[in-house]
């Protein structure tokens, strides 16, 4: 394990729905990041934060919602999402900002019903 | 904005044989550019990186090379195994202050015994 987890999994939810998505690191890091990965398409960076503020959203769809409690905490509150949203949504955390090696969770794969 | 190009999108080759995949960046002002390895349902994990003032780094059978003037960086692996197997993804960054990277369609290697 690199020390980022998280949870659930797996995940199957309707259009209707609201759930959330949990990342934790166990790394010390201070920047923690949500990734979008869909089939042949390049990682997508979705939010940064730092110190427990967001500094970069890149333009993403408000149905999307982050929180970031403390600096090991990351959740993804998800709601009344589309069919083209599933996808598998990676977590990443960084020692630094500006130049540490991002060390990625194993990820929740998602389906949008 | 930054973009990335990465060639080939698939890569076969047999056991001992050398791999070369290659990327472009379009800004100019990306200093971090590293290679990550995302093996089957599993999370992309670093293996590589260079820096701009570097024009060249090896780690054992992986080789990275960066042309600042040409904006293109390159992953190449010898001897290579069946366990090289995976999908290999490139990515630019540059210091703003938080580690936006930027990454690649990714190359699907395989090695074939």
């Known amino acids: 394990e690199t020390g980022v987890t998280q949870t659930p999994r797996h995940l199957v939810m309707g259009m209707t729905n609201k759930k959330s998505l949990k990342c934790e690191q166990h790394?010390?890091?201070?920047?923690m990041y949500w990734y979008k990965q869909s089939a042949k398409k390049p990682l997508e960076l979705m939010f940064v934060?730092?110190?427990?503020?967001?500094?970069e959203n890149n333009s993403v769809p408000s149905r999307f919602s982050p929180e970031c409690p403390n600096s090991s905490h990351l959740f993804l509150h998800l709601h009344t999402l589309q069919p083209e949203d599933s996808a598998l949504y990676l977590c990443?955390?960084?020692?630094?900002?500006?130049?540490?090696?991002?060390?990625f969770g194993p990820g929740t794969r998602l389906t949008v019903t | 904005g930054e973009n990335v190009e990465q060639h080939p999108s698939t890569l076969s080759v047999q056991e001992g044989d050398s791999a070369v995949i290659k990327c472009t960046y379009s800004?100019?002002?990306?200093?971090?550019f590293p290679w990550y390895k995302q093996e089957l349902g599993k999370r992309p994990q670093l293996i590589i990186d260079?820096?701009?003032?570097?024009g060249e780094k090896k780690d054992q059978r992986i080789a990275v090379t960066l042309n600042k003037t040409a904006k293109h960086f390159s992953l190449h692996i010898t001897e290579t195994q069946p366990e090289d197997s995976a999908v290999y993804f490139c990515?630019?960054?540059?210091?703003?202050?938080?580690?936006?990277?930027?990454f690649g369609t990714g190359t699907r290697l395989l090695v074939s015994p």
């Open positions: 990443a955390s960084s020692q630094k900002l500006g130049g540490g090696e991002q060390y």
């Open positions: 790394l010390g890091h201070n920047a």
């Open positions: 934060y730092s110190l427990e503020e967001r500094v």
């Open positions: 800004d100019s002002a990306s200093n971090y």
């Open positions: 260079i820096r701009s003032n570097v």
């Open positions: 990515a630019a960054s540059k210091d703003t202050g938080f580690q936006k990277l930027v």
